[in-house]
């Protein structure tokens, strides 16, 4: 028989059981945080009608959507080159929500505070660290006619709890208004169709440097002027370093019309708001450069930055946005939302050696002594999962050798050793294979014993 | 502007928040369980090489698949109708299971014990109850050259535990053995391709019922004689009553050759050890009927069936089969697994009325009382948020009405007020929306307060 070589699509990051673990205890933190703020949990399918998703049309995100089609439908299709399949997949899970509160608008209690973790998938040209296939974790409050400036204070407070909890070391959220960005823009005669282009090219700014764009303002096709773009630049290069500091910076704003007002009227609000969340003031800045790639915002946009890590960019992203669902109702629906990209930023922490030991969920292993011994194995194994202890239980004769270093290869913390010494004087032999020692314990006080080791584990983990 | 009206697909479960906080809790039970046994997560991608799903070729199984192609390969196919799409969805976790372990046999421990739990994908005709996007959690156990059938009494504590602790019922554990089933149809002169197709028919018995049954054996083309499917019948019909039975149902069984004495040697063992997981006997029974469509099992076979409610069917199958990886390795790994589809088994416990009240995952919810006060509110919000407490904050003003009805509307266990009476006396008014009762709280003591409410909640369930 022929073999077929087993392999996955490029672009995907499959891992290994102890990789899976430390993922998965990415996405349970991430989880746990959202629900402590109050976010309720929605899952979409991944398959979605194709026009559902494509409503605007063209674009990078059409070039990179995968489109579904069953067998039948392949060999029904009528193979005219303009006809696109009828299904797709998702590739973000802010199209899904929209369509989810168009379609159930009526039973969801509005403001609707939704949070979301699946995969999502791009076509994207194989690179690496591009990922087909990857995880998003979004929350979104959605109002009904209206939201309250309020709520883009509460985004950056669950980034805080969240990248506190993920321990990946210090961490800033970066803070703008793009109300404030353009209207400032305006107050310098740049049009609102420049201002667009100006927006996309300042966003560059931490990453092509200030010269690259000057340069791009300067020349064709937008040819500001000089002066202008001295301002431009002045503005986009403010940073805070306090709390105090982001306040009197933009009050030091020398600005322009309502839009630039509305726009410090929101960041400082934003600002203080935050301050009640208890977020510490060294986890939160002004970056005046940050407007999102996406057009969309129309006010407040976060980032969030590593602060011995800059080369990994923005590992939380979000902002403001006028309209939801404009392309399936005709009901006004304000929010606004932050995105985590797992996959890639659990890729990162690895490639940056960010990554902690791996630990097994499997938490005891009992040996196989004998095999006849086997019920009480068993009986044992039972007792433990009962407590809420994960175990696994040798099934087979082996070498006890072999039988510890399964364990330790596993990453497993205790073995479980139950001869016939121990079950003439009651007790177990445990080994911590971390700490590499090991000591009896009776029957009795075997649960107690593993739960104080396993906490402490978990404490100092 | 044209609206496109919100759908999702048909043959996809799209739960409201309440009821999405119910399957995952469901899911987050089986993930427990699967854990406490010793399982390790593992995921793979939903997209694979249409040449790894569809080693088989043809059937049923590819007239099912999704193929997938991004829009660059839909532009660039050369639309001759023999060519396949190269990517496809997963249509269950077994081939990529099998995929995963060819692919990285060199970096996994043996026995492999996997747990996964995602979603598969299916071109179901669209009907009733059929998914074509569901959940399946699956745990298998793979051995490298061999695997003990004590792993098959294993899975049966697993199932045990999982549905015990999922509380929708009594349930039943159904056992067979296929080595059993063909010795003792090889016996009566059943010949080798005669069994596969006695073994399907069987397996409808408590579907169709024996006199279907019966006439299909007897006419062609399988044309047994009245004799052969006397007896037959007579073996497909034993059911036991409890673990001495089952065993003395088994002893009592006149049998063939070598085939069948394994297949009542290996279910004598299963059931023993079974009992030593410590399994409740009224847990579990033989069911000789039970084969199993698939044929790739070759040894012990499960179904669950819920006792009050039998039309549901079985809600969690599975079996031992001799070499998982066959189309990817030489290597021969032979495995034991069950798996649980569980988007279906949401639908029909709620199709069933099983499913208990919806609770939110938000606890407590602050209100709105006095908008210069929302820095008290959300002081107060992040104080519980760092107990665990998860909580909620009205941002908005609004009448006090109203925010009670979201609450209520949403199932959020206790509503916080906090105005001017109760931060003159330093203290919080709860109130307990499930009780309908209202009571004050000293600030001091709130978070206690709260936990031992919410700790009865969980435990009262």
Known sequence: MTLTLARTMPGVLEL????????????????????????????????????????????????????????GALSALDRDADEKPELALRFDLTVPLAR???????????PFRRYQIQR????????RGRFREFYQCDIDVIGKDRLSVRYDAEMPAVIHSVFRDLRIGPFQIQLNNRKLMRGYFESLGVTSDQQMLVLREVDKLDKRGAEAVRATLIGAP????????????????VRSHSHADALARLDALEGGGDLFEQGRSELKEVLQLIRAFGVPESHYALNLSIARGLDYYTGTVYETHLLEHPQIGSICSGGRYDNLAGNYTTSHLPGVGISIGATRLFWQLREAGLLGAASSTVQVLVTMMDEAQLPAYLELATQLRNAGIATEVVMEPGKLAKQFKHADRA??????VLGPDEQAKGVVTLKDMRKQEQFEVARGELVRTLRVELEQAQVMG
Not at 102 to 110: G, I, Q
């Open 100 to 110: 989810y509160v168009a379609e159930h608008e009526r039973d969801l209690s509005f």
């Open 16 to 71: 290994l059981p102890p990789e899976q673990i430390a993922f998965q205890d990415m996405l349970d933190t991430i989880r746990g945080n959202f629900q402590r703020f109050g976010f309720l949990p929605i899952e979409t399918p991944a398959i979605e009608f194709a026009d559902i998703l494509l409503t605007k049309q063209g674009g990078e995100t059409e070039r990179q959507v995968y489109f579904v089609q069953s067998t």
């Open 411 to 416: 990453g497993v913390r205790f073995v479980a």
């Open 120 to 127: 999502v998938y791009r076509g994207e040209r194989a690179q």
């Open 222 to 237: 937008l040819g500001l002027s000089d002066a202008a773009v001295a301002r431009i630049m002045a503005f986009v290069e």
